[in-house]
């Protein structure tokens, strides 16, 4: 799959397993979406993303981010 992470403009190309698969229109209210398992081979990507997230943990914003 090709990652685009926020506020860069390059693709990133990963390699990871579907985790899991929330369809249009689940029940209790939950946004469609898919979850993806990183590979060990992309731990430096992974520190990246956990940085990005870091800020939203304080947010009111609802995620789905395990």
């Known amino acids: ?5 926020m ?3 390059d693709k ?6 579907v985790v899991w698969v929330t369809p249009r229109a689940a029940q209790g209210g939950r ?3 898919i979850g993806i ?8 990507l992974v ?3 956990e940085t990005y997230l ?4 304080n ?6 981010t395990m």
């Open 1 to 5: 799959m090709l990652l685009t992470l």
């Open 7 to 9: 506020e860069e403009d």
């Open 12 to 17: 990133i190309p990963v390699t990871g397993k």
């Open 31 to 33: 946004i469609p979406g």
């Open 37 to 44: 398992q990183l590979s060990q081979e992309d731990s430096t």
């Open 47 to 49: 520190r990246k993303i």
């Open 54 to 57: 870091t800020g939203a943990l």
């Open 59 to 64: 947010s009111g914003r609802r995620t789905d």
